[in-house]
């Protein structure tokens, strides 16, 4: 995602293909210190443990952001605090455990009673839901909204921008349009997922896979009211199966949300809930908004990618704002893909750029080694099994660009004196301009001219996810990231490198990577139960990937973030690789 956008960033190597029973908030009980409350804030105590851990409800939570939703329709939203907020107001069958650390990563009833049942052949889920679930309206939540929510997103034409999963697991051929074009009389026409009554829903898979669960805990996968779907117009107000509900969206400047209530808290085993009201104020001026996180007059970045260099300057050097502050390793991978557009279009120009881009320049651009992020070597972070992290096939670590091989390369692309090409950056993100002017310098030493263009990154999607607008334009190369959708190999790598995921809109395989190789590997892992055996392929489609020069890798991301010493139950989340936004309470109760 682009940045993801959206992304979930995993953490750990945990391939918790199964679901848990934990306890929502807190953590375990064992002895990894998940569940300690750490009594005073600390630097990075939230990485590991809740931050004055509560459970007063009142008060209104002040969030800020320096970028506006991709969209709140949870079946379009892919910005990674979009999904974050999602759990605020849609509801999954499952979802992640509400704790911190490696038990963050497990799987939960959410809407579902319990865990699915599971054919012996592995093909067929049937799941039931709770009793009581309620709409914001006070209609009863049905299995076939459950199904309709998931329909929606076949709907491409009408509302794309979300991930594209789900169609390539249950289509099995049907080529279903989505509901708006559906011929069924109910709109429900989907054949591999049925609801024999409105408690029960049933997904019939074609062929073992995985990693399904994790497409169901995705927000798209939530129910939508069918009565109340506007189609693309929905994200201006999602109706609520969570514990709030949307009060006022003003694109680009604000939304409110207010307490839903029809949500019973007897049926959420995850959500707490304890604000009585969540604003979030929209600004174009990071650097006000962490002006006011340091004043106290904003709770939380939501974006949660780090503070602007004269904040990060400032919560390094005070004791006190640095009590209160974490630096985790998010799970993002910063990187620049390299498009189709010529002369990109040619293995060994794109080598010539990633010998020629100069490591440590660029890891400087996104905060240096503490705020930035560690050099990246491959495309596979280190927090998802598969990873090597002495798979280096070009020499990255060492810090230095290699002129010599990029001059090598260039003479082998047939373009010995150089070239130029244009690099895309979003408007609104000052590190992925920063990373592209520092591209930009390190290309110019061997003879490679780049024009820096900077789109509005609201407008991503429409933009950067075009195949057909990055060709008008002249993309060449396109400053993005990407976190872990879940928790495996293809959670991460499948929407930017198979070719399958290539659509016409919201399209984050930007590289645009067709190889026959890459995609059948991601099948192999797909029908693979076994993790290690499942590390191992992914292991080989990070190779491939990396010896396709697809893709440049700048650094594995950390954010450091500022929290509000007033917010309670603070704790970083690592299936989204930031704060959990519905844990979250207030200490003074304003």
Known sequence: MASKTRVLAASGVALALGLTTAACGGGSDDDNGNNNSSGKSEFGAAITSVVNQSTTKGGTLNLWSSQDADSWDPARGYYAFVWNLNRLYTRKLVDYAATPGKDGLKLQPDLAEAEPTISADKLTYTFKLRSGLKWDDGSAITSKDVKYGIERVWATDTISGGPYYLPNVLDQGQNYKGPYKDTDPNKLGLKSVTTPDDQTIEFKLAKPYSDFLYLLAMPGSGPVPQKRDTGAKYGLKPAASGPYMFKDIQPGKSVSWVRNPNWDPATDPIRKALPEAINLTITTNADDLDNRLLAGTADLDVGQTGVQAAARTKLLTDPNLKANSDAPTTGFLRFADMTPVAPMNDINCRKAVIYAADPTALQAARGGPFAGGDIGTSILPPNIAGSDANYDPYNRKQGKPQIDKAKEALAACGKPNGFNVTIAARNNRDAEVKTAEA??????????????????????????????????RGY?????????????GAGYMQPIVDSRYIVKNGNFNRAEVKDPAIDKLFDDAAAETDPAKAAE??????EKTMEGAYLLPFVVDKALNYRNPRLTNVYIHDAFGMVDFQALGTSDGK
């Open 537 to 542: 392929i992914y292991k080989q489609i990070n």
């Open 439 to 472: 591209l930009q310098a390190s290309l110019k030493a061997v003879g490679i001219i780049a024009k820096i263009d900077q789109y509005d990154g609201a407008q991503d999607s429409a933009i950067g996810g075009s195949p057909e607008i990055v060709k008008q």
């Open 476 to 488: 060449g190369i396109i400053i993005t990231g990407w976190g872990a959708d879940f928790p495996t």
